[in-house]
């Protein structure tokens, strides 16, 4: 597939389009098809983050490139961190990529 100034924005769960398009603001053809993001298409959104938190895994803070994702339950959060749930507001949290690691080896 060639370049376009022109891409569809994909969702960072399930990797399908979410309905969102981007475009190269100086219209160059520099996009591919498809482009990661980190918007939730609706359906993941109602499916996921209704009642859970995404947990977003980079290697450094400084980092834009996401190296995994976890969706995380309301109601286990403060079982699994030990901490306080977020707000309903906070749908995505960042954090280390080896956090993420350590959830599943778990
Ligand atoms: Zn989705």
């Known amino acids: 597939m ?3 100034y022109v891409s569809m924005a ?3 769960i399930c990797q399908e389009p979410n309905g969102t398009i981007l ?3 100086r219209i160059k053809n520099s996009m591919e098809q498809y482009t990661k993001t ?18 977003i895994g ?6 834009k490139e996401v190296k995994g ?3 995380i ?6 079982k699994v961190f ?8 906070q749908k995505f949290i960042f954090c280390d990529i080896k956090i993420l690691e350590h959830l599943k080896a778990n």
């Open 73 to 78: 339950k309301r109601k286990v959060w403060s």
């Open 2 to 4: 060639s370049k376009s």
């Open 58 to 63: 980079k290697e450094s803070e400084n980092s």
């Open 10 to 12: 994909t969702c960072p």
């Open 82 to 89: 030990n901490l306080p749930t977020p707000n309903k507001k």
């Open 69 to 71: 994702i976890a969706v």
């Open 38 to 55: 980190l918007d939730p298409c609706d359906k993941c959104e109602e499916k996921y983050l209704k009642d859970g938190i995404m947990l």
């Open 23 to 25: 475009m190269d603001k």
